[in-house]
């Protein structure tokens, strides 16, 4: 909101008005494409997997079971797609009439699309992840990032970068 209308907001009576101007922080958190010394960094955002499963609050354990084949986890999003939850394939095994809000991990971390891959895969070394969720700023859900892949990108890279430092 710009100043004027904040400005007009409390003319109005409305209390507590504050301007907010999003910066370049959380232009790259909303997975928007960055430049300058930034730009060519591989992030998450562009090797989050957008074919993960998900499912609502409501859905029943027993319809969440057929998606566990090479996922370990399942995200419980809203109507907005608004992540809610995470449910691993270890939860499953509750009653089958149990809803997803019901064995789900609330809250769970979620990871901005703008992380450069080689941060994302010290955090998850550290931590002992094989995979995480990416979100935009606002929740909205981007993909699945998952461990061996980033592993994989960072092997790339690095011989990317030998093949480039090599004289002919």
Known sequence: MSPRAAWRLESLGFRDVHVYAAGKADWGAMGL?????LADRPTIGALARTDVPTCAL???????????GEWDTCLVVN???VVLGRILTSELSANGDARAEEVMRPGPSTFRPN???????????EHDLRSAPVTRG?????????RSELEAAEVTARA???KDMRVD
């Open 33 to 37: 494409p960055l430049e300058g010394a």
């Open 58 to 68: 409501t859905d029943r354990v027993r319809d969440l079971r057929e998606w566990s």
């Open 79 to 81: 109507e907005a797609r």
């Open 115 to 125: 992380v450069s891959v080689a941060q994302m895969l010290e955090y998850m070394r």
């Open 138 to 146: 606002d929740g909205t859900l981007v993909g699945l990032v998952l």
């Open 160 to 162: 990317s970068r030998e």
